[in-house]
């Protein structure tokens, strides 16, 4: 699903969705098993339900999981795709992930999405994204 970039983000194509819920959302199965192979670090118990980063053209945000989205989906609020060059969803596009260490630090800057301990790692040994 993702593949390798640069040395702080993975590269993937995902369909970007509306949707009407207040956060970006993609496939809880999807969102776990991604969480799990570049976020966690393999030490003990970890959660698998912290936010995901990612990047769509300029725009950072949070991504959660969700029961309800498609597989390969990222489904957005109206307020995320008004900033794109999207006109037409769903629209198969190029979305990055941010590793362990840039998320960390993204989430640090934007305050307001605290992760708890674990869940975004100080190390990132470039491990698989899903591929």
Avoid: C
């Avoid at 991504?63 to 989906?73: F, I, K, S, Y």
């Avoid at 995320?80 to 060059?85: D, I, R, S, V, W």
Wanted: charged letters at 25%.
């Amino acid at each position: 699903m993702f593949e390798v970039f640069s040395r702080s983000y993975y590269l993937g194509r995902l369909y970007v969705t509306p949707t009407d819920r207040d956060r970006a959302l993609m496939q809880r199965e999807q969102h776990e098993r991604i969480n799990e192979e570049v976020y966690t670090s393999g030490e003990g118990l970890e959660p698998l339900d912290s936010p995901l980063v990612m990047k769509l053209e300029s725009q950072h945000f949070p991504v959660h999981g969700d029961e309800g989205v498609p597989a390969n989906t990222l489904a957005l609020p109206e307020s995320l795709l008004e900033g794109t060059e999207i006109r037409n969803p769903p629209t198969l596009r190029e979305v990055f992930l941010a590793r362990r260490e840039r998320a960390r630090q993204l989430l640090e800057y934007a305050g307001g999405w605290e992760p708890g301990p674990s869940a975004v790692p100080d190390t990132d040994d470039y491990p698989s994204a899903g591929t």
